[in-house]
T-cell receptor, first 113, second 114 residues
Framework: NAGVTQTPKFQVLKTGQSMTLQCAQD?????MYWYRQDPGMGLRLIYY???????DKGEVPNGYNVSRLNKREFSLRLESAAPSQTSVYFC????????????FGPGTRLTVL | AQSVAQPEDQVNVAEGNPLTVKCTYS??????LFWYVQYPNRGLQFLLK??????LVKGSYGFEAEFNKSQTSFHLKKPSALVSDSALYFC????????????FGTGTRLTVIP
């Protein structure tokens, strides 16, 4: 039982390049989330998926797209990376039962030059 | 609008002393409340949560948190700090209505001094 996994762990991009961050969970959770973490700002929600087949914008969605490929996988795509997207990206998942806590992946550290 | 405040960026405490990491929130209704811990180069780990009931909740690694409805606070506490408790701590709230995501505070870095 690996929990929430993310790939890659590190990535360096040039401005304008594109990439997809992958996330998978093996806990049979319905809801999945993408956050970015920046110094002094905590975690901010980019997009989330309440269930398979649905996605919704969070607090900071501009410059990103997401795909809920199936119940296990939720990917985040940067179509044209910008230096402002340099951050640490975390994926999380949650069971919808009650006040279930979110479980986080180990993160992807992205640098855009 | 929902918001979470962690008024201290940094908390230093001597090993063996009690520790408190403060959190206040502003949300409509009665939210679910959470504490997470982040060790260097790691993801967030769940510590504890408050849903309803007893205002003092106990969690992992000897941590506990006290919910105070009138002060809209949810402070994290531990009776005796360990050096290994040094990490970044996040308070988070999830409103009972609307989107089902978490709103995080900006984090408090706890340093336990040997």
């Amino acid at each position: 039982n690996a929990g929430v996994t993310q790939t890659p762990k590190f990535q360096v991009l040039k401005t304008g390049q594109s990439m997809t961050l992958q996330c998978a969970q093996d806990m049979n959770h319905n809801s999945m989330y993408w956050y970015r973490q920046d110094p002094g700002m905590g975690l901010r929600l980019i997009y989330y998926s309440a269930s398979e087949g649905t996605t919704d914008k969070g607090e900071v969605p501009n410059g990103y797209n997401v795909s809920r490929l199936n119940k296990r996988e939720f990917s985040l795509r940067l179509e044209s990376a910008a230096p402002s997207q340099t951050s640490v990206y975390f994926c999380a998942s949650r069971s919808v039962a009650g006040a279930g806590e979110q479980f986080f992946g180990p993160g992807t550290r992205l640098t855009v030059l | 609008a929902q918001s979470v405040a962690q008024p201290e960026d940094q908390v230093n405490v001597a090993e063996g002393n009690p520790l408190t990491v403060k959190c206040t929130y502003s949300v409509s209704g009665n939210p679910y409340l959470f504490w997470y811990v982040q060790y260097p180069n790691r993801g967030l780990q769940f510590l504890l949560k408050y849903i309803t009931g007893d205002n003092l909740v106990k969690g992992s690694y000897g941590f506990e948190a006290e919910f105070n409805k009138s002060q809209t606070s949810f402070h994290l506490k531990k009776p005796s700090a360990l050096v290994s408790d040094s990490a970044l701590y996040f308070c988070a709230v999830r409103p009972l209505t609307g989107a089902n995501n978490l709103f995080f505070g900006t984090g408090t870095r706890l340093t336990v001094i040997p």
